[in-house]
């Protein structure tokens, strides 16, 4: 398994809509391992294909603290939403930045699992959140583009300045994070 590189907001290849994925070979399995090796060691609890830079419509989430829980969803269609939730969203693409962002608290899904098997399922609570950023990224779309203006052009500059520093410092151990993006 190999560590893939994240991009980072404003980053272009975000706004990539990605394609259906329609082959389910050895070379996708590794694609989906590498994509949960790189979610954990991030550390984050769901990435899309393009935020690795590979725009096929492939999403890995696992919202448990002991990353046992894998969720796969290859071409994932939502069928349904209800209910309010206003969650504290964060994203592996605009690091260090969190906001609440307001989405559907249920959602029945449609997807294809690593294999290319189909199957629906019902979900909730933060696992239905997750599936909806990521699926945002799929279709080019990032958490900050539910906030103003304002609050965008502010986090772009400060994630510029934060990338200048980074790269005029000798490199260190990355702290661990108060709170795990999405």
């Given at each position: 398994?190999?560590?893939?590189?994240?991009?980072?907001?404003?980053?272009?290849?975000?706004?990539?809509?990605?394609?259906?994925?329609?082959?389910?070979?050895?070379?996708?399995?590794?694609?989906?391992?590498?994509?949960?090796?790189?979610?954990?060691?991030?550390?984050?609890?769901?990435?899309?294909?393009?935020q690795v830079n590979v725009h096929q419509r492939l999403i890995v989430i696992d919202i448990s603290e002991e990353r046992n829980e894998r969720h796969v969803f290859v071409n994932p269609e939502i069928l349904g939403k209800s209910g309010t939730a206003v969650t504290e969203e964060g994203c592996?693409?605009?690091?260090?930045?969190?906001?609440?962002?307001?989405?559907?608290?249920?959602?029945?899904?449609?997807?294809?699992?690593?294999?290319?098997?189909?199957?629906?399922?019902?979900?909730?609570?933060?696992?239905?959140?997750?599936?909806?950023?990521?699926?945002?990224?799929?279709?080019?779309?990032?958490?900050?583009?539910?906030?103003?203006?304002?609050?965008?052009?502010?986090?772009?500059?400060?994630?510029?300045?934060?990338?200048?520093?980074?790269?005029?410092?000798?490199?260190?151990?990355?702290?661990?994070?108060?709170?795990?993006?999405?």
């Amino acid at each position: 398994m190999a560590l893939l590189t994240i991009l980072e907001y404003p980053d272009p290849r975000l706004r990539t809509r990605a394609e259906p994925v329609t082959v389910f070979d050895e070379a996708f399995g590794r694609l989906v391992d590498d994509m949960f090796e790189t979610m954990y060691a991030a550390p984050g609890i769901g990435l899309a294909a393009t935020q690795v830079n590979v725009h096929q419509r492939l999403i890995v989430i696992d919202i448990s603290e002991e990353r046992n829980e894998r969720h796969v969803f290859v071409n994932p269609e939502i069928l349904g939403k209800s209910g309010t939730a206003v969650t504290e969203e964060g994203c592996l693409s605009v690091p260090g930045i969190f906001d609440e962002v307001q989405r559907a608290s249920r959602v029945r899904v449609r997807a294809r699992d690593r294999h290319g098997i189909e199957f629906e399922q019902d979900l909730e609570g933060i696992l239905a959140v997750c599936l909806q950023h990521e699926i945002d990224h799929l279709d080019g779309k990032l958490f900050v583009d539910y906030l103003s203006d304002l609050k965008r052009e502010r986090i772009r500059k400060k994630l510029d300045k934060d990338r200048k520093a980074r790269a005029a410092a000798p490199a260190a151990p990355a702290p661990l994070p108060a709170r795990v993006p999405l």
